[in-house]
């Protein structure tokens, strides 16, 4: 199973997935967390934050996870895109696949900001940044969407996880 977590740079994807990952791990000994940062970490940040480089940034996402999936693996993914193609490509080739879109405003964003992203876009010291000069399209079949505005904190955002996804696994016992 591909439980994939989208959302604009400081929805919550990273924070929310640890907390599923954290409250799951011990019941599903078969559960990995993929996030798209330790991923670019992984090799060697050799890629770009431009529209194509997040594009192939998530195709290594998406072979990793089918390499992962192909072991009997849960996989929580928490990883930025905005391309509709790859959305596709995702129902289409995970065996079982649940989307989770985490919707925030800029204003909400750039109130977070965890990465300085935005202030440094806004100061001339950042670009290719979705949502602002690069276009986000947002999910259009998502199985689940969480408007971050609209949620009083990242905790209840996380019970509406926690209340929506059913993992079609068996329980181990450790």
């Known amino acids: 199973m591909i439980v994939w977590i989208t959302g604009i740079s400081g929805s919550g994807k990273t924070t929310i997935s640890n907390r599923v990952y954290n409250k ?3 019941k599903f000994s078969n559960l990995v967390k ?4 330790v991923v670019r970490e992984i090799f060697g940040n050799d890629l770009g934050f431009d529209k194509q480089s997040r ?3 998530i195709k290594r996402i998406q072979k990793l996870c089918t390499f992962l999936e192909g072991q009997g693996l849960i996989v929580l993914v ?3 895109y905005s391309d509709n193609d790859l959305m596709a490509w995702n129902r289409s080739n995970f065996k079982n696949y649940y989307e989770i879109y985490l919707k925030a405003s800029i204003d909400l964003v750039k109130s977070r900001d965890p990465k300085g992203l935005y202030k440094k876009f806004y100061i001339g010291q ?5 949502g602002l000069d690069i276009d986000y399209n947002e999910p259009k079949h998502y199985d689940l969407k969480i408007n971050m505005d609209e949620v009083f904190s990242i905790e209840e955002a ?3 996880i926690v209340n929506n996804i059913n993992f079609p696994i068996r329980e181990y016992n450790n």
């Open 24 to 26: 799951y791990k011990d």
């Open 126 to 130: 950042e670009q290719n940044i979705v």
């Open 34 to 37: 993929v996030d798209g940062d």
């Open 78 to 80: 928490a990883a930025l």
């Open 55 to 57: 594009i192939e940034q």
């Open 158 to 160: 996380f019970e509406k």
